[in-house]
Nanobody, 120 residues
């Protein structure tokens, strides 16, 4: 499975961005992770093929994940952005349904990452 992330950019605090991740084919689980400078990669959100979504506590209420199964694409709508959201955002895909979905090792496929920078 090949993943292509897009939509990153520079935005002021309080602004919005929408990330997209196009896949060569659909998988059961699609997710977003991010890596801030000097920090480990961390879970942001995930969505199952039936639309069940989950979020990290730091983004819940501000970010919304969705998926278009017909076009093998997952979106991450990011609102009320904060400087601490600055990171490289990676999309990921998993074919299995059991396991620790917020762990990077759960995902078999990764996109190349897209930079999100939030200025204060």
């Amino acid at each position: 499975v090949q993943l292509q992330a897009s939509g990153g950019g520079l935005v002021q605090a309080g602004g919005s961005l929408r990330l997209a991740c196009a896949a060569s084919r659909n998988t059961y689980l699609r997710g977003w992770f991010r890596r801030a400078p000097g920090k480990e990669r961390e879970f942001v959100s995930r969505i199952t093929s039936s639309g069940v979504a989950d979020y990290a506590g730091s983004v819940r209420g501000r970010f919304t994940i969705s998926r278009d199964n017909a076009n093998n694409t997952v979106f991450l709508q990011m609102n009320s952005l904060k400087p601490e959201d600055t990171a490289i955002y990676y999309c990921a895909a998993a074919t299995r349904s059991d396991g620790v979905y917020y762990a990077p090792d759960f995902y078999e496929y990764w996109g190349q990452g897209t930079q999100v920078t939030v200025s204060s």
